[in-house]
């Protein structure tokens, strides 16, 4: 081990839980708390996973009688629609890069001992958790879940007699996704407080990893993001329940006026996006830091421009705030607006040409290690521009009109949004899953599960491009009997097939995460070998993380290859002088 | 396991990285709870609960920005009338209870300053624990006048207040489906009664906490964090009530 620089401590914020109950279920150890986020949101994928498969499914066969559910009616696929967006947006992509790493991994990476705040930390859990149930239910009541889609435009979902999912459904997604925001703005206020406050003796700002800068920033967003939907949810319940008109204009449905006059479904959409477009950057900007972290350690090299990389994450998070109008192009909107909100859009090019360009300097040249997590790491930044790309072409309104309702849409936000971010995951469990489990993953089962993933999420999204371009709608639950769209049958087809693989491949992960835990072989405290905190400390951490010792940092997070040094790392840690000659 | 030798002088890499400067700052950040004598530091609790507190502003006001965002875009909104099938403005601006919330408002203004006394005098009560650990030393009778039973007093004088202030709304024909504007009303009215709710709660708590064996030191963090929120939510409502009273 190096020589490293520990300070002895004494206390804990919290002393080591004894009994079962408050080790593994309310925990307040971080790290436990960031496993039980994993966990749940391992859980929420499948559960939305399931949902597209039979989305697909129905899709190219729509009269197909599916075991156990039957045939998919049009309204059964608007409910698996909505409720594959919410799931897969909040409990998946909101929860497990921020709630799940971010818990286990930010407090060892400042060196700190825990989360400033452990109790609010469990709470939220615990919330996040009872959202999920919540949202869960709405499978189960009268008339089942809601139809309106994970953007749960009004007025369709304001009003309780638009649908059989309109009724008590929508009314527990409502608070579902109310129960998160809550959960969500007190995590962001605890990652936001201990970044600030709990940073080890040396832990300067400019020496966080880029796993900490993304996770500070993504709390920063949620921080000012959910108390917004939280906002647009209360009045969506009011209007629903309590007979008032925020959303709901004078609208006839069935035949029937309806006791509502001068609300503005566009207010929701305001207040819905201007959450819903920083909420692409909570669940992309961790993958982001989890990719710089990895093109570092597996190409043995310093990140390229370590500043550059931070300031990129706040213009990208800054910017996140200003462009929420462009998914308001067909509102009818103002064209002086919408060129606002295109250019901020297209603004957001720049921060993120440079952080690919950053990735690609990182590994030019270096000495690559083509193992597992590197692996996610690079089909990250693959998948980031191919689905970033397209990102410019829906900024423009001339663009985004013809394609804002086709299936070009959500291939984009599917590569960009949705994929990418899952590999960030992916990448971060094959990385960290030493650290967390005290075991290895299995190599060979890592790649052959990275490669179909790879090749899978292509086959089904990269397809969608030229779908939307044919003018194949979205959102559409059958769309084989339109003549015009009778040629774009077989590619549907073979998307779905793509994703039946694709999910198939899932299951080698999962059997190879928990076939890991107990058979893997046994990891060093430091498997590949990196220089940030968490390798500094014994596999699995104890439970004040440093057992009983305060890190004392001297060095940035990515020194590797220091010219003179006898390994080709050095720790944050290691109280070596590094002269600088620059 | 890294095993660099830290006796030999090495040169950084050009590369950009980092912080490369060998020796530690000062300070980067906290300590964890640890005080120097190895007990918890309640200085250092302190700070990183006011922290806390100061970033928990941040979603709090954006929540009341948005509501307030929401009713001046809808104020501004012109109205499909369903008998001329024409937009019209139909604005109704409500007869507020103007009396009755000034009262409510000084209410809660003084109990801002008795939540600040509160405040003080439990610093104070901390500040001198040491000198009064002192055997044979003794600091007289001091005079403990309730002022945190008092802000807990005040507070809910306030939210009985408000809601005399929504009978009051009711009486003049008011109900919260009634309007656009009378809606934006009750809203802002009950969301900012349900934060301050939160406060009284926190101040209970502080005022039982005592009986919970919880050490003077831990009450004062409670009561202080209660107090400067306690302020936040004065301000809150003051600019509340100008929006409803001043832009309606």
Redesign the interface.
């Known amino acids: 081990?190096?020589?490293q620089?520990v300070h002895a401590?004494?206390?804990?914020?919290h002393a080591a839980p004894q009994g079962f109950v408050r080790k593994y279920v309310f925990s307040l150890d971080h790290k436990v708390i960031g496993l039980q986020y994993f966990f749940l949101a391992l859980t929420a994928v499948f559960v939305g996973m399931i949902l597209s498969l039979l989305m697909r499914i129905h899709l190219v066969w729509p009269g197909a009688a599916i075991p156990l559910i039957g045939e998919i009616k049009p309204e059964t696929y608007l409910s698996l629609l909505t409720m594959h967006g919410t799931i897969m947006v909040f409990f998946v992509l909101t929860t497990a890069p921020q709630g799940g790493f971010g818990n286990y991994f930010l407090p060892i990476q400042?060196?700190?001992?825990d989360m400033?705040?452990p109790v609010l930390n469990m709470l939220s859990f615990w919330t996040t958790f009872v959202a999920f149930v919540v949202l869960i239910c709405a499978f189960f009541v009268t008339g089942g879940a809601p139809l309106h889609g994970w953007t749960g435009y009004a007025p369709l979902s304001a009003l309780t007699n638009t649908g059989p999912g309109e009724q008590l459904g929508a009314d527990l997604w409502i608070t579902s996704i109310a129960i998160f925001c809550v959960a969500s703005?007190m995590g962001?206020?605890n990652f936001?407080?201990t970044?600030?406050?709990?940073?080890?003796?040396?832990?300067?700002m400019?020496?966080?990893p880029l796993t900490v800068w993304s996770w500070f920033i993504t709390a920063i967003l949620g921080?000012?993001?959910?108390?917004?939907l939280?906002?647009?949810g209360?009045?969506l319940l009011?209007d629903r329940n309590?007979?008032?008109?925020?959303y709901i204009?004078?609208v006839v449905v069935n035949g029937q006026?309806m006791g509502h006059?001068?609300?503005?479904p566009l207010?929701w959409q305001?207040?819905f996006w201007?959450f819903g477009h920083p909420e692409v950057y909570i669940a992309i900007l961790p993958g982001m830091g989890v990719a710089s972290q990895l093109l570092s350690t597996f190409s043995r090299?310093?990140?390229?421009?370590?500043?550059?990389m931070?300031y990129a994450i706040m213009a990208i998070g800054f910017l996140g705030f200003m462009v929420w109008g462009h998914h308001m192009f067909m509102s009818g909107m103002s064209p002086y607006s919408a060129f606002a909100f295109s250019l901020m859009t297209m603004a957001i090019g720049v921060p993120s040409a440079i952080k690919t360009f950053n990735w690609l300097g990182t590994i030019h040249r270096g000495r690559v290690r083509f193992q597992t997590p590197m692996l996610f790491a690079i089909g990250f930044v693959s998948l980031f521009v191919s689905g970033g790309l397209s990102g410019p072409f829906l900024a423009q309104p001339t663009l985004d009109i013809p394609l804002h309702d086709t299936a070009f849409v959500v291939g984009h936000f599917h590569l960009i949004m949705g994929v990418a971010a899952i590999f960030g995951m992916f990448a971060a469990t094959y990385y960290w899953f030493p650290k967390m489990f005290g075991r290895m993953m299995n190599e060979r089962w890592g790649r052959i599960h990275f490669f179909i993933t790879l090749v899978g999420a292509y086959s089904i999204f990269m397809p969608m491009h030229y779908l939307g371009m044919a003018g194949q709608p979205r959102r559409y639950s059958q769309f084989t009997e339109l003549a015009y769209l009778h040629r774009l049958i077989p590619l549907n087809t073979f998307m779905t097939y793509a994703a039946i693989v694709t999910i198939a491949a899932q299951f080698i992960f999962v059997i190879n995460l928990f076939w890991s835990m107990k058979k893997g072989p046994k990891a060093?405290?430091?498997p590949w070998?990196a220089?940030t905190l968490e390798w500094t400390t014994s596999t699995p951490p104890p439970h004040d993380n440093f057992g009983g010792m305060?890190p004392?940092?001297?060095?940035?997070?990515?020194?590797?290859?220091?010219?003179?040094?006898?390994?080709d790392?050095?720790?944050q840690n290691?109280?070596?002088?590094?002269?600088?000659?620059? | 396991m890294a095993t660099f030798i830290p006796a030999v002088e090495i040169r950084a890499p050009q590369g950009g990285h980092g912080g490369s400067d060998s020796h530690p700052p000062l300070r980067g950040g906290g300590d964890g709870e640890r005080g120097r004598n190895g007990g918890p530091d309640f200085g250092q609790r302190l700070r990183r609960a006011r922290l806390g507190l100061a970033v928990a502003t941040a979603p709090i006001v954006m929540l009341f920005v948005s509501f307030a965002s929401a009713y001046i875009f809808r104020q501004g909104l012109p109205t499909l009338d369903d008998k001329s099938q024409a937009y019209v403005r139909e604005w109704m601006p409500v007869n507020l209870p103007v009396t009755l919330l000034l009262v409510n408002t000084i209410l809660l203004a003084v109990s801002s300053l008795t939540a600040e006394l509160a405040r003080r005098q439990i610093t104070r009560q901390v500040a001198l624990l040491p000198v009064r650990s002192i055997p044979g030393v003794s600091l007289g009778r001091e005079t403990k006048f309730p002022w945190l039973g008092s802000t807990v007093v005040l507070g809910i004088g306030f939210l009985i207040g408000q809601a005399f202030a929504w009978r009051e709304l009711a009486a003049r024909g008011f109900y919260l489906a009634t309007s656009a504007s009378s809606s934006f009303v009750y809203l802002l009215m009950a969301t900012h009664a349900v934060h301050l709710a939160g406060g009284v709660a926190v101040l209970l708590y502080a005022a039982a906490a005592s009986l919970l064996g919880k050490s003077l030191e831990s009450r004062r963090i409670v009561v202080d964090v209660t107090a400067w929120y306690w302020h936040f939510m004065l301000v809150l409502w003051a600019g509340i009530f100008a929006l409803l009273e001043f832009a309606s």
């Open positions: 081990m190096a020589a620089d401590h004494t206390a804990h914020a400042i060196g700190a001992p400033a705040f703005l962001a206020l936001i407080t970044t600030l406050d709990l940073r080890a003796k040396g832990m300067t400019m020496r966080m921080l000012l993001a959910f108390g917004v939280l906002s647009a209360i009045l009011l309590l007979g008032t008109s925020f204009p004078l006026v006059k001068g609300g503005s207010l305001h207040l201007f090299k310093p990140i390229f421009g370590y500043r550059a931070v060093s405290d430091n070998e220089t305060t004392v940092v001297h060095h940035g997070p990515y020194e590797y290859s220091v010219p003179g040094a006898a390994r790392f050095i720790m290691d109280p070596a002088t590094v002269t600088t000659s620059h």
